[in-house]
């Protein structure tokens, strides 16, 4: 099992430009998220899906899409690259387990992006 | 979500113990305790999870007080690779429709001396 991978694993923008970042997971885990880490930082939550087809809002999620067409995919979007947006991107997934039992995520290895 | 405070920093020595405290004192009764760790340049990785008994596993022990305002990880023996920043994250799996989010804080540096 690879568990959850990101592509790409480095990244630099400029103003403006968009992008697409890619996290895969080979665990048939019903829940993906997708996370920012600033520098000193604890990671921030930005978009989740709790399934195939389905997307929400996490903390910061202004300046970004999301989309889940497979269940093994989710995919994070920026349309128009900020400065702000300068972080390191963590994805992450976790099984269900029923309600009011608790389950463990699984991370990526994150993909650092830098926009001039 | 109810709010966990840890301290910013802590120091051990090599192959010595290493308790690392963690204060919840808005803690709800469906609450979960998890603990996930970040080593340098890498993705946060999860340690143990646990609700109202103590929990141990391969890698740490969780000690939860009796009024769970308040719980203690527990590395036995701390090796350099341990150091890592520690987060404790309170998740309650039956709120907001389960939708098994983390609220991270800053966490603890752990620095291993050897």
């Known amino acids: 099992n690879a568990g959850v991978t990101q592509t790409p694993k480095f990244r630099v923008l400029k103003t403006g430009q968009s992008m697409t970042l890619l996290c895969a997971q080979d665990m048939n885990h019903e829940y993906m998220y997708w996370y920012r880490q600033d520098p000193g930082m604890g990671l921030r939550l930005i978009h989740y899906?709790?399934?195939?087809?389905?997307?929400a809002k996490g903390e910061v999620p202004d300046g970004y899409n999301v989309s889940r067409l497979k269940k093994q995919n989710f995919l994070l979007g920026l349309e128009s690259a900020a400065p702000s947006q300068t972080s390191v991107y963590f994805c992450a997934s976790s099984e269900v387990r029923g309600h009011g039992v608790s389950n463990e995520q699984f991370f990526g290895p994150g993909t650092r992006l830098t926009v001039l | 979500d109810a709010k966990t405070t840890q301290p910013n920093s802590m120091e051990s020595n090599e192959e010595e113990p290493v308790h690392l405290p963690c204060n919840h004192s808005t803690i709800s009764g469906t609450d979960y305790i998890h603990w996930y760790r970040q080593l340098p340049s890498q993705g946060p990785e999860y340690v143990i999870h646990?609700?109202?008994s103590n929990v141990n596993n391969r890698m740490a022990s969780l000690a939860i007080a009796e009024d769970r305002k308040s719980s203690t990880l527990i590395l036995h023996r701390a090796t350099l690779r341990d150091a890592a920043v520690y987060y404790c994250?309170?998740?309650?799996?039956?709120?907001?429709?389960?939708?098994?989010?983390?609220?991270f804080g800053q966490g603890t540096t752990l620095q291993v001396k050897p």
């Open positions: 646990g609700l109202t």
């Open positions: 899906s709790v399934g195939e087809g389905t997307t």
């Open positions: 994250i309170l998740r309650d799996p039956g709120g907001s429709g389960n939708t098994g989010k983390l609220i």
